[in-house]
Nanobody, 125 residues
Framework: EVQLVESGGGLVQAGGSLRLSCEASGFTFDDYAIGWFRQAPGKEREGVSCISSGDGREYYAESVKGRFTIDSDNAKNTVYLQMSGLKPEDTAVYYC??????????????????WGQGTQVTVSS
């Protein structure tokens, strides 16, 4: 059974930090890219960052570049999203998802076939 389980969300003040975790199981981790997405109330789901599990290549949305860092621990089948300099506009439910690795990093959510249940991140001003 494929599972992606997010954790690490919570309430933080603006300027603070959080580290999200995404633990994957049920598929060959190295054959997938793992992405982080977020969805704020009333808004569409948007891509935040992604990483190729096989070679560690990373990609970031412009809105988080320089503030968020993605990395993976392949021994634990886990991807992390370190979020620093958080802003109220970062408030959203954060999801991790897996896409079969085809050699190109993308934040097109339709390429991702497995999804976690999400974790809430709330940034207060």
């Amino acid at each position: 059974e494929v599972q992606l389980v997010e954790s690490g969300g919570g309430l933080v003040q603006a300027g603070g930090s959080l580290r999200l975790s995404c633990e994957a199981s049920g598929f060959t981790f190295d054959d997938y890219a793992i992405g982080w997405f977020r969805q704020a109330p009333g808004k569409e789901r948007e891509g935040v960052s992604c990483i190729s599990s096989g070679d560690g290549r990373e990609y970031y949305a412009e809105s988080v570049k320089g503030r968020f860092t993605i990395d993976s621990d392949n021994a634990k089948n886990t991807v992390y999203l370190q979020m620093s300099g958080l802003k109220p506009e970062d408030t959203a439910v954060y999801y991790c998802a897996a896409a079969p690795w085809v050699g190109i990093l993308t934040l097109d959510l339709y390429e991702y076939i497995y999804w976690g249940q999400g974790t809430q991140v709330t940034v207060s001003s």
